[in-house]
């Protein structure tokens, strides 16, 4: 049997093995790959650069922990940016584990800037009631979330959000939805589109959301981890994602390696093939 | 009347709420607009409740029946009643809330991690699937090797440090070949739900009723 017969029989197992050698390695002895900022990234920053002093920001949690890997970097490093700045952020969730997850964040990053609850942040946190209740928003912001916040506090009587009547420019200078899915991005795009909308999408998603970037209706898409990476350098906060960039280079190293034998393997076998 | 009265019913909400996207269009929102919006959203949320419903009946006749993995389907059930209830009790039913410590730590320190693993298992698929599925076997199966291959070079750090052009040719993939199918396949989606919707309202479709 030849090496390229042997290598098409390959048991999957060596090569569960060599992907996590080849993940963990740059874990332990990192490269320092380069990462470089796109236009895409580079829009979000140059907004919240652009922000007047005090603009409150929405964020929309659409997303499962299970991508946080992806998206979270970009959220941080958000976040040091808009508090850094002075900005407010009011954190909504279109998905309820999105809601959980993103809670611990906001909480950990207006920790380490002194922000106060209720004056500089806020966490309405998820409702049920999917569309109908995410389209009501766009006419009343605190009968939508039945007046309290994610821990069940009186929104009305908090500086922050008393004022904040409905999910409109007027109130918002923006939207950043970290989506992996439905509902996320296309919500806002059909039922709120006088929103300016930023996103952080897993890779995955991004395709998806390019027809709304050409049009105009994204002003800026962050895609998976790469976008982290970037707002991180941007921001000059390096965290997770400038971190797992080595591996994650690694990692696709690995991927497109194997693609490339597995084709000499199946060309030179379906030439042996044909031949007999 | 068993099968016109849900049709009607069906038929008067569509008209509703496409009198009420209509008239949004045009910012002339009413405070009974607002209300119907909240309204329906309650109703939606009413249906996580039917859905626990269903979900317990679909489990206990698995475990009745003692099928195969009803074990699977009682630690399901018990997963569900012992967070849902520990959740409800912590501050009583009808008090919002989910900061208490232990709830936060189910959730951080099990649900998290449970779920990101699943994910990152996809990394392992991936390259088995690598060297098995991407093959040259014809134009269109090359085609899509090739185009992942530039995007996935484009996404890591080291494909710029491979060749500068990844970045360009990855943005034509996805501008000029990528967002019109996407587009395409929007409208595409849109029609057909547009089309099925439509024969709902007219009652020819009749399926959803049970008919």
């Not at chain 1, 009501?136 to 929104?155: A, T």
């Not at chain 2, 060297?131 to 750090?157: C, D, K, P």
Request: proline share 4%.
């Amino acid at each position: 049997m030849s090496i390229w017969e042997r290598f098409e029989r390959i048991n999957p197992r060596f090569i569960f093995l060599l992907m996590l050698f080849v993940l963990i390695t740059p874990m332990i002895r990192p490269i320092g790959l380069p990462v470089y900022i796109t236009p895409l990234t580079q829009a979000l920053y140059d907004w919240v650069e652009d922000l007047p002093p005090g603009s409150v920001v929405l964020f929309d949690s659409a997303f499962a922990p299970g991508s946080a890997s992806e998206i979270e970097p970009t959220m941080r490093a958000l976040l040091h940016h808009l508090f850094q700045n002075d900005h407010k952020v009011v954190m909504m969730a279109q998905w309820e584990l999105g809601a959980m997850h993103s809670s611990t964040v906001l909480d950990e990053l207006a920790a380490e800037y002194g922000k106060e609850y209720g004056v500089d942040y806020a966490n309405v946190g998820w409702r049920a009631g999917s569309e109908n209740w995410f389209i009501g928003l766009r006419d009343d912001f605190i009968g939508g979330m039945v007046g309290v916040d994610m821990s069940g506090n009186d929104l009305t009587e908090m500086p922050l959000t008393r004022d904040l009547a409905a999910v409109r420019p007027e109130y918002f200078a923006g939207v950043v939805c970290f989506a992996s899915g439905n509902p996320g991005v296309d919500d806002w795009v059909t039922y709120n589109p006088n929103m300016p909308l930023f996103v952080q999408a897993t890779a995955v998603q991004v395709p998806t959301y390019m027809r709304f970037v050409e049009t105009r209706q994204i002003e800026a898409l962050l895609s998976g981890q790469a976008g982290g990476a970037q707002y991180e350098q941007l921001v000059g906060q390096l965290g997770e994602a400038s971190r797992l960039m080595d591996p994650q280079g690694a990692g696709h190293l690995l991927i497109i390696t194997l693609m490339i034998l597995g084709n000499i393997a199946f060309i030179v076998n379906s030439k042996k093939r044909a031949a007999k | 009347m068993k099968r016109e009265l849900p049709m009607l019913l069906a038929l008067g909400a569509a008209l509703l709420r496409l009198f009420l996207e209509l008239s949004h269009y045009q910012r002339t929102e009413m405070q009974w607009q607002l209300h119907t919006n909240q309204w329906w959203a309650f109703l939606a949320a009413t249906a996580v409740f039917i859905g626990v419903i269903n979900l317990c009946r679909l489990h206990m006749h698995r475990i009745r029946r003692k099928v195969a993995h009803w074990q699977m389907s009682a630690w399901c059930l018990f997963v569900m009643a012992s967070f849902g209830l520990y959740g409800i009790l912590l501050k009583g039913p009808f008090q919002a809330g989910n900061q208490e410590h232990w709830f936060r730590w189910i959730f951080d320190s099990v649900l998290q991690p449970a779920d990101r693993t699943m994910f990152s298992l996809l990394a392992f698929y991936i390259a088995s699937a690598a060297y098995r599925s991407f093959r040259m076997r014809n134009l269109e199966a090359t085609v899509m090797m090739v185009t992942a291959a530039v995007l996935m070079l484009n996404q890591a750090s080291i494909g710029p440090m491979i060749w500068s052009g990844w970045g360009d040719m990855a943005g034509w993939f996805m501008d000029i070949i990528n967002a019109p199918a996407q587009r395409g396949l929007a409208i595409g989606i849109f029609l057909g739900s547009y089309a099925m919707v439509l024969r709902m309202f007219l009652g020819l479709e009749r399926k959803h009723l049970g008919l």
